[in-house]
């Protein structure tokens, strides 16, 4: 799997990932009649995917091993491990995908919620190690539509000390792309989004068109 390309960004490396498979999952996904749950089955599918484009860059060494035949040197992933963020709560159905790719993975979590007044982040909720000082993080969110609870959440982690930071979205909006680009122009560490596709716009409720609707209501169902 390669991914397409890059969208044209200065401050957030956004990388589109292009795959049969991606494409066929994701127009399941989008479709509205597809059920709960074959939708949840099919977002851990479609993160794993999305996942092996995404560590790329994760962080090894060298290791001596003894194969049944002969000594060789192998790959090791990095400590301390990866940090895997699901935003809470759209993000925990992306949570096995990930860690089917990376079970050594550790886990944290985040809970931003977006005021759909407003359309702002508001954090209520964060599990996370006080300190994440050397740590690649990855951080889980189905849809980046306005960009403001992502662009929230990067910045929360970078004032815990991470030092790299990929995103992992289904989807993106062009304006939420923008928004995350204006929010993290000040910040020095690394950032990466990479996802299955870059859609059209957002609507005047700030839903990404064509988009695949509520991601957390067609994962867990409605709770308003």
């Given at each position: 799997m390669s991914a397409s390309g890059v969208w044209e960004s200065e401050r957030v490396e956004v990388r589109v990932v292009s795959h049969p498979l991606v494409d066929h999952k994701l127009t399941l996904l989008r479709d509205r009649t597809t059920v709960q749950p074959t939708?949840?089955?099919?977002?851990?599918?479609?993160?794993?995917?999305?996942?092996?484009?995404?560590?790329?860059?994760?962080?090894?060494?060298?290791?001596?091993i003894e194969t049944p035949v002969a000594p060789t040197v192998g790959t090791k992933l990095d400590e301390p491990a990866p940090m895997v963020v699901p935003i809470l709560r759209a993000?925990?159905?992306?949570?096995?995908?990930m860690l089917r790719l990376v079970p050594t993975a550790e886990v944290g979590f985040l809970g931003m919620l977006r005021d759909e007044e407003t359309l702002e982040p508001k954090t209520y909720a964060e599990r996370l190690p006080e300190d994440?000082?050397?740590?690649?993080?990855?951080?889980?969110?189905?849809?980046?539509?306005?960009?403001?609870?992502?662009?929230?959440?990067?910045?929360?982690?970078?004032?815990?000390?991470?030092?790299?930071?990929?995103?992992?979205?289904?989807?993106?909006?062009?304006?939420?792309?923008?928004?995350?680009?204006?929010?993290?122009?000040?910040?020095?560490?690394?950032?990466?989004?990479?996802?299955?596709?870059?859609?059209?716009?957002?609507?005047?409720?700030?839903?990404?068109?064509?988009?695949?609707?509520d991601a957390g209501d067609r994962l867990y169902g409605l709770t308003h």
């Open positions: 939708f949840r089955r099919l977002v851990e599918e479609l993160v794993t995917l999305l996942a092996y484009e995404a560590t790329r860059g994760v962080r090894v060494h060298q290791h001596q993000g925990l159905g992306m949570l096995d995908g994440l000082s050397g740590r690649q993080c990855y951080v889980l969110d189905p849809m980046l539509a306005t960009g403001g609870s992502l662009g929230a959440a990067v910045k929360y982690l970078v004032g815990r000390g991470a030092d790299d930071i990929t995103c992992i979205c289904l989807l993106a909006a062009p304006e939420g792309i923008a928004n995350m680009e204006k929010l993290l122009e000040d910040l020095e560490v690394p950032c990466t989004l990479v996802v299955s596709a870059v859609d059209e716009r957002l609507n005047e409720r700030g839903f990404i068109v064509p988009g695949l609707g």
